[in-house]
């Protein structure tokens, strides 16, 4: 076994990397999993332990003790009750924590990610899959940069939100007026402060998998094989596009065991200090990268696209500086991403303002963040959605679960399998039934397992108004505030949103209708107006009129239909299909 001594130099991070050949592969470098900072965190105070691991030591204990056995086999399982009962919860909070670890988890065969939504508080979590998740309830995001004037905006968005530094001056729509969107964190320093994270409370995280052997001092914690492949749920080896090494074939005291015995634990400070080494590689690695990047060229703003020059390349893809998955800046438009135009399996929608934005393939994860008098429809999403900091945008989704942060005067049309989630501060959100379809949506709905006979669309679950792991200051007393709730649409204001055929002269599919059935008050109202639209256009039918009359009449219809187009932004379809 190698000692920490014989570890690979830091610009060598992985034991992958042979420095003795002259042929040898590049590093690989470890990285933080963003789902878990992304889409896994929740705003309950009672998950959230500032005191590292000493208080969930005896937690993880006391689930231990509860984890359900089989044939006198330990499989470290624990349901909704015992979670409520150890970590003194509502039942409804546990079984939000099992569905948020569920969506967030990195192996897709567990129980919990398998079962169906009736089940899962059954089914329940591991317990030390339940440990890292209690543990970075703690982390504090990542904070943009103040805005340049903060002082002549502050007046117009008042500080106390509990939207985040950089937009509690700006609303959406200001903020793409503004030339400071680059103010914003990109990845890599999101990345950068994920690693610094982990790497101040790594030996904590990595007390909560270990365990005591005979022995005194820090060499009687040790590591077994199967935990540390826990530690899956927060970092991984490997570079994007390439699929990601299993820790324990990347660590040295691991790699090449035999798979039919068990490797020997090993001390756990011998994890923590090739992880540690680790970390700060790819630390180093990222700032090289920054500066790199500093010293290069530099991308010019965003552009509004003016009306009359909306075309068909006004729809298709376009690079983005935050890379191939990101949709950002755009403005006064329509644009569509095809399955073929998205590599990997997310998606992040950013600072969109007036524009109709088409996201029609199975995803993961999405992100709708920063946009404005908007229309996203994000087709099937089969882990979480998270739309954070929007103002009048229309969101479309299909998906296993959404969590909605900080959003003003927003219209949800939700096919969702788990109840809607509303944190921060929200006001005059509104929710309705899923209300579109394309041709591949089924095939999409069953490649990333939602099923759409199942949509909690009209059970919103509302907690605080302050999110606790932002890093803002906030006025006494708002912690204990609820958020504003959503309310639902009227039945009667209930329409249905048309996709354009993007698919054609591709490969289509045999979805002809909505595959989520409508409750009977807006099935009702659908087939009202459907029959009084049959009722006046066969009135204007047998209307008998002579010909000037009914040019009079369609000069009429077209005037209004056209001053609709123009009031709801819909012309600019228009424009886009005419390009086509």
Known sequence: MPDSDEQPPQSTPSTAAHTNTTTSPPPIYIHPRREPFEHGLLPIPKLIFTDGAQSLLPIRDKLLSLSSSTSGSKLNRVNCSSIAESLQISNDHARLVIETIASVLHVDSDPCVKSKANEIGDVGVNVYDLMLFLYIQSYKRLLPKGHKDSAAVADVWPSTSAFDGFLSALTPLQLVRSNSRRSMPSQADEEAHQLSYLQKHLGNILSLLA???????????VLSMEKLEHLGFLIYFGEKGSEKIPLSQNAPFFANSDPEMPAVPVPAAQVHDWLLENIAAALTRITERASAKENGPTSAPDQ????????????????????????????????????????????????????????????KYATVYGCSDATIVLGAV????????????????????????????????????????LVGDNHKLQVAPYNTFYSLLEEHLNQVGIDPTVNRWDAPVALGVVDPHDSLSHPAGVSDVQTESASPVDPDQFTNFLIPNWFEGQQSGPTKDNPFPLPDAYLASQQR???????????????????????????????CFKDWLYASGNIRQLYCLQGE
């Open 211 to 221: 365990e005591f052997v005979e022995g005194d001092g820090e060499e009687s914690l």
């Open 304 to 363: 509004d696209v003016p009306m009359a020059d909306v075309s068909a390349s006004s729809v298709k893809s376009s690079p983005s500086p935050r890379g191939p998955s990101s949709i950002e800046g755009i403005s006064k438009s329509s644009y569509v991403r095809l399955p073929n135009d998205i590599k990997g399996s997310s998606v992040k929608v950013i600072n969109c303002h007036e524009s109709v934005i088409y996201v029609l393939a199975p995803l």
């Open 382 to 421: 089969g882990k979480a959605v998270r739309i954070e900091h929007c103002e009048r945008v229309h969101v479309i989704a299909a998906a296993k679960r959404i969590c909605i942060a900080n959003c003003r005067e927003c219209i949800f049309f939700l096919g969702v399998n788990q109840t809607p989630l």
């Open 529 to 559: 107006n459907h029959k009084n639209l049959e009722e006046t256009k066969n009135i204007l039918k047998d209307t008998e009129l002579d010909e000037s009359r009914k040019r009079e009449v369609a000069t009429a219809l077209h005037v």
